[in-house]
């Protein structure tokens, strides 16, 4: 298997910018990397905060938690969030692609 395929695969399957490093070109994979790490990074931070904001929301309220509350909850929750995990996705899809070509 070429060389170039190797690297192809890396980025396609493993994480962006991987493919760059194995070809030594390492400022290309370290940005690469770097900001599809932060993307990753922000989407989960942003996930589990409105995880645990909705848990405390159900546990202090007192009611018993059905599909209905905590999908009301989380659709509250979201709203003020699209903006940072949109941009993060855009950014990680980015990344991912310019990776593979």
């Not at 690469?32 to 645990?52: D, N, P, Q």
């Not at 159900?58 to 903006?83: A, C, H, K, M």
Request: charged share 10%.
């Amino acid at each position: 298997m070429k060389k170039s395929t190797k690297a192809v695969l890396l980025s396609a399957l493993v994480f962006p910018g991987l493919g760059h490093l194995y070809l030594k070109r390492w400022a290309a994979g370290a940005v690469l990397l770097g900001v599809a790490a932060y993307a990753i990074y922000t989407i989960v931070t942003v996930t589990m905060s409105i995880a645990m904001e909705v848990v405390h929301k159900i546990e202090g309220s007192g009611v018993t938690p059905d599909i209905d509350t905590i999908s009301r909850l989380v659709t509250q929750q979201l709203s003020g969030s699209e903006q940072a995990t949109n941009t993060a996705a855009i950014a990680f899809a980015a990344c991912w692609l310019m990776g593979i070509i």
